[in-house]
């Protein structure tokens, strides 16, 4: 078992999870929505289970009768494209970009310039 949160493995948890269980990494609360097999965001009110009472809050332990433990509920999610498009809209309005948002992206320009530059120092072409 994951944690739906961090994807930490869940070992010497006994099943089924009480309201108050929370992963040992991140403290989320695992008798959520988004770590039960019902969870789907884009189903009505973002569960499979039509019988389901509905849950504003899908990251927090709730009193769902209908809660089943999804094994495999971690989703890693890459970023990377969001902040890409938020760095251009920010120069396209002319706005300042968070500050951990900002060193992400100038991060990643730079690596991919000196990556750049090392296959033309490589193959000898001159810029």
């Given at each position: 078992?994951q944690?739906?949160?961090?994807?930490?493995?869940?070992k010497?948890?006994?099943?089924?999870?009480?309201?108050?269980?929370?992963?040992?990494?991140c403290r989320?609360?695992?008798?959520?929505?988004?770590?039960?097999?019902?969870?789907?965001p884009?189903?009505?009110?973002?569960?499979?289970?039509?019988r389901?009472?509905?849950?504003?809050?899908?990251?927090?332990?709730?009193?769902?009768?209908?809660?089943?433990?999804?094994?495999k509920?971690?989703?890693?999610?890459?970023?990377?494209?969001?902040?890409?498009?938020?760095?251009?809209?920010?120069?396209?309005?002319?706005?300042?970009?968070?500050?951990?948002?900002?060193?992400?992206?100038?991060?990643?320009?730079?690596?991919?310039?000196?990556?750049?530059?090392?296959?033309?120092?490589?193959?000898?072409?001159?810029?």
């Amino acid at each position: 078992m994951q944690c739906w949160n961090c994807g930490a493995e869940l070992k010497n948890l006994l099943l089924p999870f009480s309201r108050y269980e929370e992963c040992s990494q991140c403290r989320a609360d695992l008798h959520a929505c988004r770590g039960c097999r019902h969870y789907h965001p884009t189903t009505a009110d973002a569960c499979r289970e039509d019988r389901a009472d509905f849950t504003l809050e899908k990251d927090k332990a709730n009193f769902c009768d209908f809660f089943t433990v999804h094994t495999k509920a971690y989703r890693h999610q890459d970023a990377t494209a969001a902040r890409k498009a938020r760095a251009t809209l920010a120069e396209i309005f002319g706005e300042q970009l968070p500050a951990e948002e900002a060193d992400s992206v100038q991060t990643t320009q730079t690596e991919a310039d000196r990556a750049l530059a090392e296959l033309k120092r490589l193959f000898g072409e001159s810029e």
